[in-house]
């Protein structure tokens, strides 16, 4: 049974996910009304490619933040994790970009290290975001963003994924000169704050009424990154069985596991809505059953889909890649609840992993 909404209003996890539209109007406010971004780009004029590092939702939120990097600039950019860094430095040394180091805290080991290992043994320029003043993360790096606003007390990222992203897409955006998007992102946070009940609304009552004993995200382009940080949302907060996969390729070998006990969940593209949704119609057909997130829905999509959130923000493309994961971070919390957890206290997770 899903709890009441006076425990909702004590959870930290809880109000850190409703509170992200008033958040990423803060930090919009701040990246565009001082000198941070600034200072970024141009410590770096000569570099076209940008490499974007992180772990666990560091590392989802490096894969969208590099593929928005491309989609914007024209540049190349690349995720890699942080681990791989350390354990492989060479796949790093044919490249001289921009590296962009992610952690909320500042404090996690294998991106620290690897900011170290970057800036002084490879000399590849190093620039940490984090949402901690004062991190080890900031002395690591030679220039650092500070997103303040969206630090969190819970363990399970929410509000930092998502402003974060945004904080990337502005960066992006800036180097390209494109002030129209960042004006979208202005106008997706503003609407947003009330956005947020009609989901939660959405999706109380869908977990109310089932129960998966999996669950598959899908997602092509920029929202592949967000695919993965949901199916991550979903495992922590609920310790569900949660996969992701590109939406297309998902035809290739894992549709063996779709049955009425799966709940895939397609985030659906602009760029290849038609296509994806031939994939959600095939995975109806199989009897899998579907959630649906898109800005606006069409006729065929509603039919095929067992839940459809539709957004209905001021924008398309990648200013919605922040918005989309939120419905998830939702799912992932309401059906811990469901199963008698505590997504304030998920099983076997620290907020900060730390190394000896």
């Known amino acids: 049974m899903i709890m009441d909404k006076k425990r909702h209003a004590e959870s930290n996890t809880w109000k850190e996910i409703l509170s992200q539209g008033v958040v990423w109007r803060q930090v919009l406010d701040y ?6 971004i600034d200072k970024i780009l141009a410590a770096r004029k000569d570099s076209t490619a940008r490499l974007f590092i992180g772990c666990g939702t560091s590392f ?27 354990l492989f430095p060479k796949l790093l040394q044919a490249e001289e970009p921009q590296a962009v180091v992610i952690s909320r805290s500042g404090r996690t080991s294998e991106a620290v290290r690897a900011a170290h290992l970057l800036r002084n043994e490879l000399h590849i320029p190093t620039v940490g975001i984090t949402c901690a003043e004062n991190s080890d993360l900031q002395q690591a790096c030679d220039l650092s963003l500070v997103l303040r606003a969206c630090d969190e007390n819970s363990t399970v990222m929410t509000r930092s994924f998502t402003s974060m992203l945004l904080a990337l897409q502005v960066l992006a955006a800036r180097q390209a000169k494109d002030c129209e998007f960042v004006e979208s992102l202005r106008g997706v946070a503003e609407q947003f704050s009330r956005t947020i009940n009609y989901l939660v609304e959405r999706m109380e009552a869908f977990v109310a ?19 993965r940080e949901a199916a991550l949302k979903v495992m922590e907060m609920s ?26 969940t397609f985030f659906l593209s602009d760029a290849g809505q038609k296509a994806e949704s031939e994939v959600l119609a ?3 057909e199989l009897g899998g059953t579907i959630v649906t997130v898109c800005n606006r829905a069409d006729s065929e999509t509603r039919k095929n889909s067992d839940l459809v959130v539709e957004l209905e923000l001021p924008a398309d493309g990648l200013a919605l890649a922040a918005p989309y994961v939120v419905p998830c971070q939702l799912m992932g919390f309401l059906s811990g609840l469901k199963k008698g957890l505590n997504p304030d206290q998920p099983k076997n997770l620290t907020r900060v992993v730390i190394l000896n």
């Open 209 to 227: 009424t089932h129960m998966f004993a999996d669950y598959v995200f899908l997602g092509q382009g920029p929202f592949y990154g967000i695919a």
């Open 239 to 264: 310790s569900s069985y949660s996969q992701s996969f590109h939406a297309l390729e998902f035809r290739h070998g894992p549709k063996a596991i779709v049955s009425p006990a799966t709940c895939l």
């Open 282 to 284: 095939e995975m109806k």
């Open 60 to 86: 989802y939120l490096a894969e969208a933040a590099a593929i928005s990097w491309t989609l914007l600039t024209g540049q190349v950019a690349r995720a890699i994790p942080a681990s791989e860094i350390l």
């Open 31 to 36: 990246l565009c009304e001082g000198p941070a």
